[in-house]
């Protein structure tokens, strides 16, 4: 799986490579986005930054729930985006009670969507490519947009509109879309975005549309940006939070 994962990266990144330069983002760019996003990008610093094309996350920590009511298990996860044509891909690896391996890698790329997992290296509990597979992974990708804003400037995102503490957009790439709601708080740092838009797998194999938040709930320095330290995923299931994801980021490598 990992083999795997090193492999769709290095094959994304072959696409760009030249592509990259020392170009910075405009005034006028940043002057077409909702207030929100204007803000956001002047308090972290991304304002005076050269254009982003892609990024790894680079996690310090992470843990993950696969039921609601269970201890979460420590995480292993790689992860890279890239932003001309949305692209996300990452590896987790964790034991399971203790003792059984597994591992998943959990991709969005060309308007299709591939959730895959295995035990120990063999059996395989999860091989999903649906449409809903593929609506979630990208779903997911809009709500990293500002932890790799380079995303916000694409074509396939649009925003809707704004209020006084939150932008709506939408995600729109060949035949899959989805749309948002991002919170901001008073100094203008992102930190919740919420969608009714992915699907949530029950154990009996049926997909439903639970609402889907992620909160940031700290930044910190790295160079002269803010970058987001603590995040966690979860679903509301009628009205009973399931936390299923949190991390903590060590570090952003842009344009890779």
Known sequence: MLKLYNSELNSELNKYRGLYSSETISEEELQKLPSHLQKYFKVTGYSQSIKIFNAEIVWKSSSIRFEAGKKPIPLKTLQFNSVVEPFRIAYMK??????????????????????????????????????????????????????????????????????????????????????????????????????????????????????????IFNYKKQGDLYIPAKVSAEWDLEGKRFEYYTGEIEKIRFNI
């Open 94 to 215: 964790a034991l399971l009670f203790g003792f059984i391996p597994f591992e998943g890698r959990d991709k969005s790329a060309e308007g299709f969507g591939h959730m895959y997992g295995k035990l120990a290296k063999i059996i395989t509990i999860f091989d999903a490519k649906d449409k809903e597979t593929a609506t979630s992974a990208l779903i997911t990708l809009f709500a990293e947009s500002l932890l790799v804003p380079g995303y916000v400037f694409q074509p396939y995102i649009k925003w809707l509109g704004e209020d006084k503490h939150s932008v709506t957009g939408k995600i729109n790439y060949k035949d899959l879309h989805a749309t948002g709601r991002f919170y901001f708080d008073d100094a203008g740092f992102f930190t919740h975005f919420e969608t009714n838009d992915r699907f949530y797998a029950s154990s009996k194999g049926k997909y439903y549309n639970y609402p889907w938040h992620v909160y």
